[in-house]
């Protein structure tokens, strides 16, 4: 699985300790930014993010995306407007497991001023680790959202 990892200056050290944290549990890890802690504007981070997730989709749908910004709300509200991105901000556990099972997540946000290092972690690897469940009723509303996402495009 293909995993890119981006933030803002805001979220700079806790991506850094993610990144590492990932690449010691063998994920492949693309870093797409920012590269210090100097400020950067946090849609330029998220669309970068996207942009990326979104060329390694059309070789495999296995790419998953980690954005973090101070609180995780701006880099969230704009990787949604991207089609095809689900981009879900997660605090706990479950909703970084269910967001993925249920609504087929596929960018997990977190906010760096929010939560620690430790339970960022716990939280990255509940999200990679999730897979969709194809239940039908998961499908059917993820059919929704994607129709909704069409039409207002």
Do not use: W
């Not at 990892?5 to 010691?24: C, N, P, R, V």
């Not at 946000?109 to 972690?121: F, P, S």
Request: hydrophobic content about 45%; overall charge neutral.
């Amino acid at each position: 699985m293909s995993v890119f990892i981006a933030s803002d200056h805001a979220g700079y050290d806790l991506k850094s300790e993610l990144k590492s944290f990932l690449e010691g549990a063998d994920y492949e890890v693309e870093d797409v930014g920012a590269f210090d802690r100097s400020a950067v504007d946090y849609p330029d981070i998220a669309a970068a993010l996207v942009a990326k997730m979104l060329g390694q989709k059309k070789s495999s749908n296995a790419a998953r995306g980690i954005l973090i910004c101070g609180s995780g709300v701006g880099v969230s509200v704009a990787a949604n407007k991207f089609s095809g991105i689900r981009a879900g901000l997660c605090h706990d556990c479950y909703s970084a497991r269910q967001g993925v099972e249920h609504d087929d997540m596929n960018v997990l946000v977190l906010g760096a001023r929010i939560i620690g290092t430790e339970l960022a972690k716990v939280l990255v690897v509940s999200f990679l680790q999730a897979r969709f469940s194809n239940e039908p009723r998961h499908v059917r509303r993820l059919e929704k959202v994607i129709a909704i996402e069409s039409k207002n495009g």
